[in-house]
């Protein structure tokens, strides 16, 4: 498996929901590193369930976070992307 990438998506199948998304790489020593993303509390935006929880495990690092807010297509101020 040198160089080559392994993914694999798991559904709710009662929801028909991603629920997890997991990738297996090889890295440079010849092991490999198993990155995961576990998804939840899907909420019901402009018609499109969107997951406002990820859990994300990447080797042993662990980081979990939670959406307060998303909008479709909404003005942007570009101002907030020039270099200081």
Do not use: C
């Not at 092991?31 to 909420?43: F, L, R």
């Not at 495990?57 to 909008?71: P, V, Y």
Request: glycine content about 8%; hydrophobic content about 25%.
């Amino acid at each position: 498996m040198n160089g080559e990438k392994e993914e694999y998506n798991y559904y709710d199948a009662s929801k028909f929901l991603l629920s997890k998304k997991t990738s297996i790489e090889s890295s440079p020593d010849g092991g490999t590193v198993e990155n995961t993303v576990e998804y939840g509390d899907y909420k019901n935006v402009n018609g499109f369930l969107i997951p406002h929880s990820q859990n994300m495990s990447i080797g042993q690092m662990s980081f979990s976070g939670t959406i307060s807010s998303f909008e479709f297509n909404s003005e942007l101020d570009f101002s907030e992307f020039k270099k200081k």
